[in-house]
């Protein structure tokens, strides 16, 4: 199996340690939380995780680790309320980098968006949320999701 290699000092970096604090808290409690997505995504990952083990029994590490599994579970919990709230609302998560709150396709569907826009593939989550936000309504992103999806289907 083909790794994906993570170079150090990169964006893709700073979405390791998330993703290494989800695993450890599965680990380190399978009572209160399990991750199969961290752990799977993990085997797939070239990146050298020896400094995250050395300090893997710290108290603060033990701690990061249950602040990020309780912040996904939260913000699932909290799109989960929205959407039953909301039924017809268009949930986009920019920013979801390696963790299970996003669909198998999300790549696709966020570069399909982008390009649908006009703008770079490059652009990051914090740009694109002020773009579509200085540019687009609610309901007019929701329409364009809409529109995506049906192409999609076709």
Aim: proline share 5%; with cysteine.
């Amino acid at each position: 199996m083909e790794k994906y290699k993570i170079e150090k000092d990169s964006v893709q970096e700073t979405l390791i340690i998330p993703l290494y604090g989800r695993r450890l808290c599965s680990r380190r409690f399978p009572g209160l939380y399990q991750d199969t997505t961290a752990a799977m995504l993990m085997e797939k990952v070239d990146y050298d995780f020896s400094p995250l083990e050395r300090q893997a029994n710290g108290l603060m590490q033990t701690f990061g680790a249950l602040e990020v599994a309780m912040r996904q579970n939260d913000l699932a919990w909290e799109v989960q309320d929205y959407l039953n709230a909301h039924p017809r609302a268009a949930v986009i998560n920019l920013g979801c980098g390696l963790d299970n709150t996003g669909r198998p396709d999300s790549a696709v569907r966020r570069e399909k968006l982008l390009h649908r826009l006009g703008l770079p593939q490059h652009m990051n989550s914090k740009d694109l949320l002020a773009m579509l936000n200085a540019l687009h309504t609610p309901d007019e992103v929701a329409q364009m999701v809409e529109e995506l999806e049906q192409s999609k289907e076709e």
